[in-house]
């Protein structure tokens, strides 16, 4: 295949010329040697929708601000094992003292008094009950976590210690008053606060939670998504034949939305049938519906026309980013949003990160990532008006934009750690430019997508 603009003969344009020249339709800067051919946008816009398009950083603070525009959502007990990703709605205070007694430190011995000691023919061992107190120049066996017995002054340590004939420990080395035992409250007493609300609930959380005695927390509910998959030509097995191609949505939304800490309660394919739509969207009881194609301007994009007809109020009506420009945000009833996402499977990630990700994080009271920057690899082409999202690997302190990242393609974001926010006009190579975390390749595969 040709790039658009490509001279025969010459070598053909890489992938990121050709994505950007033929997928994205932006206005390419002239090379040093002027003989390049400068394409005309494949799509000129028009007048209107440059207006109405929203900027991309203000598209973001309106989806966070929509979700903040509800009533308040009732906090809810949660068992340890599905509090994964939750945000803690009351504080986490602790009920028992930690350690909740007097315990061993290391397996040894618990003494009484300076030595040598007369060494007890049973040992005391965790869990078990609460051993007889010491007498001074007595010594008990002890294990890690096991209760010390009262009047114990010190726990001596297995390698610290040894044995004469007549089975008398001695210390090889100092002991010190206190040595070794962690005493009752160390790390908290009952009703300390350990965390406060707003925490967002990690795998330590959930340790700390349980060590503190708690078998439920108090957390703000995951938000309840739907998704709607909308297209005719759409398969769900098999290879792309006749026309017809896989829906690459379906399987890759419901893992995404979870991993920005939703509860994706369906994913329903509608095809392209308005009525249908429609129904799925009067009957839902989600908090956000998101769907999938049919934003733009086509015979069967039934996105706006339905949401016109169910008097919803367009929040955000086209965002002015590459990919994904038609992506749109509705109100559809009170306390439910709507997030269009357009059918080119990276536009549809372009919506999610920039409408879905802030509605769904605030909604679900979790921190906004703290925003950063990093280096870029290579100078990347802009858009003349709009922001870019570009799929990138993060290479030590650069991030190295990766080829594929036309609209239609997944192959460099499957591929990416980061998606890096190229402003209008672009970003010279080494530009400190702002990335957009993916969330496997920030917390890890294993951690928030169940
Ligand atoms: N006249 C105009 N045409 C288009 C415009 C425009 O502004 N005016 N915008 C273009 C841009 S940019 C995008 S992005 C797409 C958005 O289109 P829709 O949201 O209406 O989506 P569809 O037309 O339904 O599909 C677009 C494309 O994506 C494929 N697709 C759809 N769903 C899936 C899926 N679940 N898995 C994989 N691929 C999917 C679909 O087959 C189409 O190829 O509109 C441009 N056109
Ligand atoms: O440029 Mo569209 O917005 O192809 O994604």
């Known amino acids: ?19 950007v020249e033929e997928a994205l339709a932006l206005v390419r800067e002239p090379k040093d040697d002027g003989d390049a051919p400068v394409p005309t946008p494949a799509r000129p816009e028009r007048r209107h929708e440059r207006h109405r398009a929203t900027p991309w950083p203000r598209a973001r603070d309106i989806a ?118 962690r005493p009752r409250g160390q790390e908290c007493r009952g009703g300390d606060q350990l965390l406060p609300v707003g925490t967002l609930v990690t795998p330590a959380v959930l340790g700390l939670a349980a060590a503190a005695g708690y078998d439920t927390v108090t957390a703000v509910p995951r938000p309840r998504v739907e998704v709607l998959v909308l297209g005719d030509e759409l398969l769900t097995e098999g ?29 329903r394919r509608l095809g392209d049938d308005a009525r249908a739509l429609r129904k799925a969207l009067t009957g839902s009881t989600a908090d956000l519906v998101v769907t999938t194609g049919g934003t733009a301007a086509g015979p069967v994009d039934h996105v706006h026309p339905t949401l016109e007809r169910m008097g919803a109020e367009l929040l955000v009506d086209g965002v ?26 990276l536009a549809a990630v372009s919506g999610l990160l920039t409408l879905a990700e802030p509605l769904l994080r605030t909604l679900a009271a979790r921190p906004a990532p703290e925003p950063y920057t990093l280096a870029l690899g290579e100078a990347v082409h802009g858009h003349p008006y ?9 290479r030590g302190d650069h991030a190295v ?43 890890g595969i294993g951690v928030c997508f169940t």
């Open 320 to 345: 002015k980013v590459r990919p994904g420009h038609p992506m749109l945000l509705a109100r559809t009833k009170e306390d439910q949003h709507l997030v269009g996402l357009p059918g080119n499977p």
């Open 386 to 394: 709009d922001t870019r999202l570009i799929p990138v690997v993060l």
């Open 401 to 443: 934009p990766l080829h594929y990242n036309g609209p239609a393609m997944l192959r460099g974001i499957a591929a990416a750690d980061a998606l890096a926010v190229v402003p209008p006009g672009g970003a010279r190579q080494g530009e400190d430019t702002e990335l957009l975390d993916l969330p496997w390749a920030a917390a």
């Open 239 to 267: 290879r792309p034949h006749d026309g017809l191609i896989r829906d690459a949505l379906g399987p890759m939304l419901p893992p995404w939305l979870r991993a920005l800490g939703a509860e994706v309660t369906a994913v």
């Open 64 to 181: 966070a601000r929509a979700a903040r525009s509800g009533s308040r959502r009732t906090p809810v007990s949660v068992p340890l094992a599905d509090a994964l990703g939750l945000v803690l709605a009351s504080p986490l205070d602790a009920l028992t003292d930690l350690p909740s007694f007097d315990t061993s430190a290391m397996d040894g011995w618990a003494v009484a008094g300076p030595g040598p000691w007369e060494v007890r023919d049973e040992g005391v061992l965790a869990g078990h009950a609460q051993p007889d107190p010491l007498t001074d120049g007595e010594a008990v066996r002890i294990a890690t976590g096991a209760r010390v017995p009262a009047d114990t002054t010190a726990v001596l340590r297995t390698e610290h210690g040894r044995t004469d004939a007549q089975g008398r420990l001695h210390a090889t080395r100092e002991v010190v008053h206190g040595q070794d035992i």
């Open 1 to 19: 295949m040709t790039a658009p603009g490509t001279r025969a003969g010459a070598p053909a344009a890489d992938a990121d010329d050709l994505d």
